[in-house]
């Protein structure tokens, strides 16, 4: 453990203040899935306007089942000028770029282990963090996943901080360090540095992990508190073996559906005024 936290993690939605190297971080809040009956996957808009988060959903899942949410990563812009940013797998269809398109559509990145990662919320429980050579390497990872989701960057990686070890990935063409905390920039490392200047400054941010056992985390930091290595250290302390980090700043919201909030009121969990995405991840019901 790098730290410790203020109280034991239950199911559902928590709050909680974290200390690690002498800083207490509070206003951490916490969605932990039951990992027997609760799952994870991205609602993405693919023609409709970005809207409130309250009304975006997953797509295949009834939104009787959703019980929290949080957003997803860039939902105001990319480094690509798009509406909002990422590759998602969900309900058998694929999305890139707020758009849906076929899988021999698909654009990756130049070199492709600079892109941007993403989350794969696999059939059996398990989860992953992926980058994809080609489209059929996606189509393949595909047929594994329940979905896909887009992300920002790695935090955690088969268990350990990627800016606390030294960490390789072992799929695609020939295996890259995820991560070098002293040169982001690092060109070796799948690491994507666009808005290097946010990753070491504390700010507003938005977490997802998965435990070994199927749970899986939401999490987001508020205040403006917190660094992306604070936050691998915050991921792996939960026993996350995969965690990302989604977005920060004003655009970090969670939501939690009466019955779910332990005690607090239902609704709106986190302070701020922007409301304005085109996905959103939720836990919900199986």
């Not at 998602?88 to 849906?100: E, R, V």
């Not at 390789?168 to 020939?174: A, D, H, I, P, R």
């Amino acid at each position: 453990m790098y730290g410790s936290f203020n109280k034991t993690l239950k199911k559902y939605y928590n709050k909680i203040t974290y200390t690690v190297d002498g800083t207490s971080y509070a206003d951490i809040r916490i969605f932990m899935t039951d990992k027997n009956t609760q799952s994870i996957a991205p609602g993405v808009l693919s023609s409709t306007p970005k809207t409130s988060l309250s009304l975006i959903n997953p797509n295949g899942i009834s939104s009787t089942n959703v019980v929290a949410k949080t957003n997803g990563p860039d939902s105001d812009y990319d480094e690509y000028g798009a509406l909002y940013n990422g590759t998602f797998y969900i309900d058998g269809l694929f999305y890139q770029n707020s758009q849906q398109i076929q899988i021999g559509n698909w654009q990756n990145a130049n070199p492709w282990w600079r892109g941007r990662p993403t989350f794969c919320v696999k059939s059996d429980g398990s989860a992953a963090i992926r980058w994809y050579s080609s489209s059929s390497a996606l189509n393949t990872a595909a047929s594994y996943c329940d979905s896909i989701i887009a992300c920002c960057n790695p935090l955690v990686y088969s268990g350990l901080s990627v800016f606390e070890n030294v960490v390789t990935s072992s799929v695609e063409n020939g295996s890259h360090r995820l991560a070098n905390w002293s040169d982001l920039d690092d060109d070796t490392c799948h690491f994507n540095s666009g808005y290097a200047g946010s990753h070491k400054s504390n700010t507003n941010r938005t977490f997802l992990g998965h435990k070994p056992d199927g749970t899986f985390f939401l999490v987001c930091v508020v205040p403006a508190t917190m660094n992306l290595r604070v936050g691998a250290k915050l991921m792996e302390d939960l026993g996350c073996d995969y965690a990302v980090n989604m977005d920060g700043s004003g655009q970090v919201q969670m939501r939690v559906a009466s019955g779910y909030t332990n005690g607090a009121t239902a609704g709106r969990m986190t302070a701020g005024t922007y409301d304005y995405y085109g996905h959103v991840i939720a836990a919900y019901n199986k």
